[in-house]
């Protein structure tokens, strides 16, 4: 999504990030007893996290997509976001993320981290690279916490309600390191997805796509192309929250020159607009992330059947 980057019921990666907002979650109990008046009272454990499987989803020669399996993958992928963010792009960090050198919050103990692995170049540690990532959030999973991350910008409560009946990803923090910012690399990373939603029946997608910059006043062109020719119908409609809401109709219809608008989103923003997405009503500035974020609405219905059978109903086009 989907960028920062887009789950009851998954920046710049090329060019943008889709959901980067994160407040912190609180880690659940885990004693195991207590006692209590002299008595010791069996206290039950909490679920552990059904196991990742580390089965490549899809590969293009060298390059690998597949879900991260141990604490040191994510880790790595952190450590990518903070590169792109941070020192790439116009991120500010805090003092913690400065020293870890790491794009970290609380969601990342309950997200999967999509892992794009290049075989042919190693770490220091002689591991195979990772060198794209992007951070899926099932609805079920989100529900059993502190909900999406996205909810802090928009008002996906109201929509998820709205479709109750529905299963929602939510996809973020999606990067790539610049010299794998090719064809093939976004390829698997939708391939992955693609698999990743026709193996966890998720009928839609979301989650915040990121404009460089935060002025609206000079991304009104982008920002008006996108209100006027992507805007979500009342189906789907989803606005930022009080408080928060930019007017993204800065020009009327007729003064936006959809060529030149289309040249100023982000390469991963105008790839949501080919699959079908729709945008939501108003932007949002992020000015820790030095962003204007909108919403990526994909119900998985909405989908152009050009990408369906490029990528396979059961997502197998690139499998292994």
């Known amino acids: 999504m989907l960028e920062r980057a887009m789950p009851k019921r998954a920046h710049a990666a090329t060019s943008g990030q889709i959901g980067h907002v994160s407040p912190a979650l609180e ?122 991350y996205t909810a802090s910008e928009f008002n996906i409560g109201a929509l998820t309600a709205r479709h109750d009946r529905l299963n929602f990803l939510e996809l973020g923090r999606s990067c790539v390191l610049p010299p794998y910012r090719t064809k093939r690399t976004v390829e698997l990373l939708w391939h992955g997805i693609w698999s990743y939603v026709r193996s966890h029946g998720i009928d839609v997608m979301v989650g915040c796509a990121s404009l460089t910059g935060t002025d609206p006043d000079a991304l009104a062109l982008p920002l008006a192309f ?62 820790q992330f030095g962003t204007t974020d909108v919403l990526i609405v994909l119900p998985v219905s909405a989908i152009s059947e050009r990408y369906v059978n490029h990528y396979g109903v059961d997502a197998t086009r690139y499998a292994t």
């Open 27 to 148: 880690a659940p109990l885990t004693l195991s007893q207590r006692v209590f008046g002299g008595i010791r009272l069996a206290m039950p454990k909490p679920p552990r996290p059904a196991p990742v499987s580390t089965e490549p989803l899809g590969r293009i020669g060298a390059l690998e997509v597949r879900l991260a399996a141990t604490p040191r993958e994510i880790k790595q992928a952190q450590k990518l976001r903070y590169k792109v963010f941070y020192e790439e792009m116009s991120a500010i960090p805090d003092m913690q993320t400065q020293l870890s050198r790491r794009d970290r919050d609380g969601f990342d103990k309950i997200c999967d981290h999509l892992l794009v692995i290049d075989h042919d170049t190693r770490t220091a540690a002689g591991a195979p690279k990772i060198v794209g990532t992007y951070r899926l959030l099932r609805q079920a999973v989100a529900e059993r916490h502190s909900g999406f």
């Open 226 to 287: 996108l209100h006027h020719n992507a805007r979500a119908p009342e189906e789907w409609s989803v606005s930022a929250i009080a408080g928060r809401h930019v007017a993204m109709d800065q020009l009327p219809a007729e003064a936006v020159d959809a060529k030149a608008a289309l040249k100023l989103l982000p390469p991963l923003v105008k790839g949501y607009l080919r699959l079908g997405a729709y945008v939501g009503d108003g932007a949002v500035i992020d000015r």
